[in-house]
């Protein structure tokens, strides 16, 4: 299979992070792309891991030097993927899972063609209010910022190949793992497609010459 790019994007607090990492810890065929921001790191968080945290003058340096396949600023922030880690992740033959906002999706899926785009979304505007106030990472201003951009962020969703509503966390994750299972199975994304069909017809001749020299 060629490995391909898949971007999860969703309004903040949503869910996408908790889906990605439930993703990653049973799936050997999937790697993350860390990004680079320069939003400060919350408690649990781990620098090169989670995020590569940077001042904005670094990333701004990151950026003129052309290393980010796409970068956006959302929330107030600078975030970006890194060309480096797409590559690094795909050439291990690894689909590369990024967590990307909408402006970072269409244009790394302009870049790479072949970006899956998934869309998750909360099931209803109080839950993601809950689940963006239990998380505990966001003071009044900041959570007033990310449910003000969630109105925007939703109506994008026309743009993405697959809408998974992230009700119950394990049927949620269950169906990005059968987007993920049925894109890896795309007849242009299987290995040597042609080769295998050519070898299966010429079995096929065999056992139908087979037949007629038996019959
Ligand atoms: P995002 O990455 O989209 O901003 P997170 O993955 O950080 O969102 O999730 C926000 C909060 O909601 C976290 O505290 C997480 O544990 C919780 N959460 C995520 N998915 C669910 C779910 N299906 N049911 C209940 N809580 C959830
Ligand atoms: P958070 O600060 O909650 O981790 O992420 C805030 C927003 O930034 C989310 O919409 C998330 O998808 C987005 N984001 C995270 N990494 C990147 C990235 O590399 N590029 C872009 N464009 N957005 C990102």
Not at 1 to 22: Q, Y
Not at 108 to 122: G, K, Q, R, S, W
Not at 125 to 135: F, K, N
Request: net charge negative.
């Amino acid at each position: 299979m060629k490995p391909f790019p898949v971007i999860l994007s969703a309004p903040s607090g949503a869910g996408k992070t908790t889906i990605a990492r439930r993703l990653l810890e049973r799936r050997r065929d999937l790697g993350y792309s860390v990004s680079c921001t320069t939003r400060a790191r919350r408690t649990g968080e781990t620098d090169g891991q989670d995020y590569h945290f940077l001042s904005r003058e670094q990333f701004e340096v990151e950026r003129d030097a052309g290393a980010f396949a796409e970068w956006a600023e959302v929330h107030g922030a600078y975030y970006g993927t890194l060309r480096r880690e797409v590559e690094r992740v795909l050439a291990s033959g690894r689909l590369c899972l990024m967590d990307i906002d909408v402006q970072g999706a269409r244009q790394f899926a302009e870049a790479f063609p072949d970006t899956v785009l998934v869309f998750i979304l909360p099931p209803s505007g109080e839950v993601l209010l809950q689940r963006l106030t239990g998380r505990g990472s966001e003071d009044t201003e900041r959570l007033l910022v990310r449910m003000r951009n969630a109105k925007a962020e939703i109506g994008d969703v026309g743009r993405y190949h697959y809408v998974v509503v992230n009700d119950d966390l394990d049927r949620a994750v269950e169906r990005v793992a059968s987007i993920l299972d049925a894109e890896s199975v795309r007849h242009e994304r299987v290995h040597a497609l042609d080769e295998q069909v050519g070898a299966l017809i010429a079995q096929l001749e065999r056992e139908i010459n087979g037949i007629q020299q038996g019959g």
